[in-house]
């Protein structure tokens, strides 16, 4: 049995900034991250991949350069955790033992849940942003489609980043109009949510906008099947329970999204399945030794990076505290942003904490739609990803 003094589960956006944190806090820690894919992907590039701004491998690089030098990578995926034990064990059967465990596995994708989703994405005008190996076709049949009914979806339940499905359904409206096409296609945007945004100041300005473009919105429709056969989008209307059929030409599906199944079969879980972690601190509600943060925990804020960016030096501070057994000084309001593109050359950037109450980061009303933004998430933001966040620098 192999023995780190601190165990990340996660190589994602979160494992990976937490790891160069602690490494540059110091560098004498025994630090390993368990994460099994070679690549490690800038997710909130994908937007911009599937309105045809960026290629799709643009938003990857090799997962051995992004764990900081001086951490050791465990290629190999979590199968269960035993927290009693302070171990867990690898899909591979090995047991490894921690002082101090982080878990931020991300969000899992459910695609099984919308019946003949997994079969027809990717195919015949069904695409996805939500995957390196769809978000190819998003582009591709928003340029194919010449006529006929744009639909896009939005689940119930959590999903990374509140607004991104939104974002691509504005970046398609906006390239039918310049493609000249754009009074020939009837663009829907379909959401299980009540309205379109969760904060009053963004949702005002998103609705304008979405009205100025002429997409129509339905509000309580659960994508439910694709007939990719008929063309044809099955939803339940969440208050009424009734089927409704929509017929469509190309349709780009948010697929619904959880806890990962090997969280929520364990003990580190909450009652909705997510890593267990008190709001503030970040410690996890029963082993004071387990922190969590990302996609994966249960701190009630919307699953950005963005957030992460806050939550990630909150857990370093309250971790290393915790080894000293200083009491845990750091706290997370629950911030989070969503820059919100709703053209090729607009875009709203929401910033909020956990009461919803606006966060704003300039000292401009950002809930004004602005071509700066947009400049801002196309170069700015990726380059304080790469450069910055899994550094450990921003
Ligand atoms: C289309 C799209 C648009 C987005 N737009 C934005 C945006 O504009 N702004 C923003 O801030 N955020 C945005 N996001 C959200 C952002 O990308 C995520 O919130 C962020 O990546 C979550 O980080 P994480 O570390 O929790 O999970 P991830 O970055 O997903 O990393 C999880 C890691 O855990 C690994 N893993 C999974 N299972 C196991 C296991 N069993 N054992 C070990 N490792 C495992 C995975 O391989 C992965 O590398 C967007 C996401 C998408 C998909």
């Not at 590039?45 to 764990?67: H, Q, Y």
């Not at 339905?218 to 063309?231: D, G, I, M, P, Q």
């Not at 990302?294 to 501070?317: C, F, H, N, Y």
Request: charged content about 25%; some cysteine.
């Amino acid at each position: 049995m192999s023995h780190h003094q601190i165990l990340i589960v996660g190589g994602g956006t979160a494992g990976i900034t937490v790891a160069a944190r602690l490494h540059n806090a110091d560098p004498k820690l025994d630090i390993a991250v368990i994460e099994p894919s070679d690549k490690h992907y800038y997710q909130p590039l994908w937007t911009l991949v599937g309105g045809g701004i960026f290629r799709p491998e643009e938003s990857a690089r090799e997962e051995a350069d992004v764990i900081p030098y001086g951490v050791k990578w465990i290629k190999d995926a979590v199968a269960t955790f035993q927290p009693n034990e302070n171990q867990l064990t690898t899909r591979d059967g090995t047991t490894i033992s921690y002082e101090y465990l982080v878990v931020a596995p991300g969000i899992q994708i459910n695609w099984d849940k919308v019946k003949g989703l997994k079969e027809a994405v990717g195919k015949e005008g069904v695409c996805s942003n939500y995957s390196i190996n769809t978000v190819g076709s998003t582009w591709k049949f928003i340029q194919e489609l010449k006529e006929g009914t744009a639909l896009f979806t939005q689940p119930a339940g959590a999903v990374k980043c509140g607004g991104a499905p939104q974002k691509i359904c504005y970046l398609a409206e906006d390239h039918f109009r310049r493609a000249g096409v754009r009074d020939k296609i009837h663009v829907m945007f379909t959401s299980a949510s009540p309205r379109l945004f969760a904060v009053d100041k963004y949702r005002e300005v998103l609705e304008k906008v979405a009205a100025r473009k002429g997409v129509e919105t339905r509000f309580r429709h659960n994508l439910t099947e694709v007939r990719a056969a008929t063309k044809e989008a099955i939803y339940r209307h969440m208050d009424t329970d009734e089927e409704i059929v929509i017929k469509y030409d190309m349709i780009h599906v948010t697929p619904p999204m959880g806890a990962p199944d090997f969280v929520a079969n364990s003990e580190l879980k909450s009652e909705a399945g997510w890593v267990d972690v008190d709001k503030y601190t970040l410690q996890h509600t029963r082993f004071a030794n387990v922190f969590g943060l990302g996609d994966a925990s249960s701190l009630p804020t919307s699953k950005t990076g963005a957030a992460i960016r806050k939550q990630a030096p909150v857990v370093v501070k309250n971790l290393l505290a915790a080894m000293q057994h200083e009491p845990l000084a750091a706290t997370y309001d629950g911030y989070t942003s969503c820059p919100v593109v709703t053209g090729y050359d607009s875009l709203v950037l929401a910033e909020f904490d956990y009461d919803g109450q606006p966060a704003e980061t300039f000292p401009f009303n950002q809930a004004q739609e602005r071509f700066s933004m947009l400049m801002l998430k196309k170069f700015g933001l990726p380059a304080l990803y790469w450069h910055g966040m899994l550094k450990g620098r921003a």
